[in-house]
């Protein structure tokens, strides 16, 4: 291959990636006060219609030779409350800022929380997501239903601390017996994570009937969420 091919094209990847880069440091600027990081991800976390809680630590150090003293803190929502571990900052001391954020819809969320200082403001960048639990945490095994008339699959639920999920219910044709088994703890709730609990759901079909692609079996959890499982249209 031609060599100034070859380095036209380094040339591209270099300057794409400093595209990206400079997006990056355009969104999450280093702050000249303070040392450490300047954006703080509270991760993601299964919604039920209720308020959900998200809370983090960032620990900052004074990157100046002088006392910073913290004059005002704003926060980008009225959803996301901020304490401070001290309002004066010594010289290469550190500074502790606890973010509390309350959030009541699924999708991404991101604010900011800006420190107004006595020598300038430093703005800290948070960010948290909320998605629906019947989005992606049910399992459900069709090809075993096909060859052995019967198939089980697991149902996934998170519930906070003194939560249990309302039991199952499944519809399905008449020509499929279910049998839902009751919900399992599996792991207790903490304070950075709700309990899972989980429940087996058992399907068999009958002998002389075969499926269409219009049949479907709908699990429902109690509380406005399901999950429909579509079948093939293939002979069981």
Do not use: Y
């Amino acid at each position: 291959m031609n060599r100034s091919v070859l380095w036209c094209g380094a040339i591209g990847l270099f300057a794409g990636l400093a595209v990206a880069v400079g997006q990056w440091s355009a969104t999450v600027r280093e702050s000249p006060l303070f040392r450490g990081p300047m954006i703080s991800d509270l991760g993601r976390r299964p919604f039920f219609d209720q308020p959900v809680s998200f809370e983090g630590v960032v620990r900052l150090s004074n990157a100046t030779a002088s006392t910073l003293k913290i004059l005002d803190v704003i926060s980008g929502c009225g959803c996301t409350s901020v304490e401070l571990s001290s309002r004066e900052v010594p010289p290469h001391a550190d500074l502790e800022v606890r973010m509390h954020v309350s959030l009541d819809r699924v999708g991404r969320f991101g604010t900011s929380v800006t420190l107004l200082t006595s020598r300038g403001e430093a703005r800290l960048h948070v960010q948290a997501e909320l998605f629906r639990e019947s989005d992606t945490l049910f399992r459900h095994d069709v090809a075993a239903l096909n060859q052995r008339r019967e198939a089980s699959f697991s149902v996934v639920a998170f519930r906070s601390e003194g939560m249990s999920p309302e039991p199952l219910r499944v519809q399905a044709p008449q020509w499929i017996n279910a049998s839902v088994a009751e919900w399992t703890l599996v792991v207790r709730a903490s304070e950075s994570r709700p309990a899972r609990w989980e429940a087996a759901v058992t399907l068999r079909r009958s002998s002389d009937v075969e499926a269409t692609s219009g049949d479907h079996v709908t699990v429902l959890l109690g509380d406005n969420h399901a999950r429909t499982i579509r079948l093939n249209g293939r002979a069981w």
